[in-house]
């Protein structure tokens, strides 16, 4: 084995600044689409929690399911607690799961391979001249 060969892949060695620049730039994307996520799971979320309150939910918000866990916690909802987590469970659902799905159907079919010819039954003369009868 020779290990004095170099290696087929290119290394970031010879320009260190535009590896830190790209790991920069993927950071603070990921970043602000967790945050993104974050945020449309806490609309989501009161949105959800003011429709089972049966309160209009299109004044809900960022802060109204925080809000409502703050005031559950401090006792003013004693019977919320139901509630609170079944929006939690549908904002994160519906603000994450969806577009990871959403995603994963776009990525799934990326990768299939087309199929060519007509999907039909052979014919009996079609069989003989394969040889098959």
Known sequence: MDTNLRASTPSDTANPVAHHVRVALVTVAVLATVTGALLASLWVASFFLYACLRLNPFHAGVWGWPDALLAWHDGLMPHGG???????????????????????????????????????????????????L
């Open 82 to 132: 139901r509630h609170l987590a079944g929006a939690a469970l549908l904002g994160v659902l519906v603000a994450v799961g969806c577009p990871a799905m959403g995603l994963y159907s776009l990525w799934d079919r990326s990768g299939r391979r087309r199929l060519y010819g007509s999907a039909r039954f052979a014919s009996e003369a079609e069989i003989r001249a394969a040889g098959l």
